[in-house]
């Protein structure tokens, strides 16, 4: 029998060997792990090192959250440069060494100079990781099964999140109510709690480079450059003979081959290759300025003008990790299923009308619980369209040929708009006041629901070949 041309894996029933692909995929989700911890251990560390190295100024409080996304632009751009060289996996493990090493840094820094450098050098392993693992992801993973791999790398994010912040909270849990600065500074939370925080996140990344020593390189990264044997093997293990054959048959068909060893980021410039990076571009920026990051990285502030003290804003703080896991695991659940413009669009407009709410509980006053469950709310709106499915979008509409430079764009856009946001909000908040941000986001977050009404395509259940075809070579 034969088999009718062109083949498309997206009709060819494959047989699926799912622990291999999971297994795969949840080794190079570990770089999300990291990303998330690292990320997030700056939150609970803040009130500690802040006041160790003696930071009062709005600037030196923003930069102090801020630098590490200087390093994070500076990982994004070395990915997009090298990825496409080098290949995926051998990135992936200098991110993981990477991670382990600043994290000893900054667990010993002895003054804010060599603190920022180490932090910036860690926001070079996040840069790496945020850009690579759900792109390599993406490449090994069967469109049926794409979205919700992929999201598991913002779920292995959330984890780490969530690990970060109970051992935070476990770390100083024992921190009298109401401790002055000056006790704050002077006790073992202060010398030495907030280096711990820093310092475990050593023991993950240790993992994550062991486990990528076993993981196989992208099939996709492998058939571009030639390795057809070595590709079609993997695809083979992914979903078997007659899928590895199809999806070979796409992969060829996409990629000029003799145009595979001179990938340039100028070539994103091509009218064709315009609406693919546009979209890259905004959505990377939108999940970054719908504004839900400042709540992981000042917490501290939103909870202590919301009435909690320094004890209790850590464990709500916990409770916000918590509450992004959970609904990460729902977002899982319905990526594949429900597709990723219903969730984008839920997404903007739930938090829209949070924000509005929040801005309107600071304005009044409102204390305690209530703006602990707008707090919460807005975490879960967020962790369950916005967080992974953005992730998803922007690995699956770059061309094979270009991926890495696409996604190394994006994911660049994405860190400048993270950096102005973290940066910009203790100014923010100290000129329009809390109320004032947070209504200042929620129209940001209409103007990203008007954009994705506009201008997303539904991408579930289609081959990133199909993608390729649909959003870039169609006339």
Known sequence: MIAPAPMTTSGVRSNDNPTYVWLVSIVAAMGGLLFGWDWVVIGGAKPFFQRYFELTSEAQIGWANSCALVGCLAGALVAGALSDRVGRKRLLLGAALLFAITSIGNALAGNFTVFIIWRMLGGVAIGLASNLSPMYIAEVAPAAMRGKLVAINQLTVVIGILLAQYLNWFLVRDLPPGATDELIRASWFGQQGWR?????????????????????????WLAKNGRLRQARDILSKVGGEAYADATMAEIQSSVAMEEAQHVRFSDLLEPKMRKALVLGVVLAVFQQWCGINVIFNYAEEIFRQAGYDISTVLKNIAWTGSVNLVFTLVALGVVDRRGRRPLMLLGSAGLAVIYLALGCGYSIGLKGLPMLLLVLA?????????????????????????????????VSALWIACFILTYTFPILNARLGSAGTFWLYAAICVAGFVFIKLKLPETKGKSLEEIERELVNKP
Do not use: H, Q
């Open 196 to 220: 711990w925080m820093f310092g475990l996140t050593a023991a993950p990344s240790l993992l994550f480079v062991v486990g990528m020593m076993f993981v196989p390189e992208s099939p996709r």
């Open 378 to 410: 807005s975490i879960g709106c967020y962790a369950m369209s916005l967080a992974p499915v953005t992730w998803v979008v922007i690995a699956e509409i770059f061309p094979n040929r270009i991926r890495g430079a696409g996604m190394a764009v994006a």
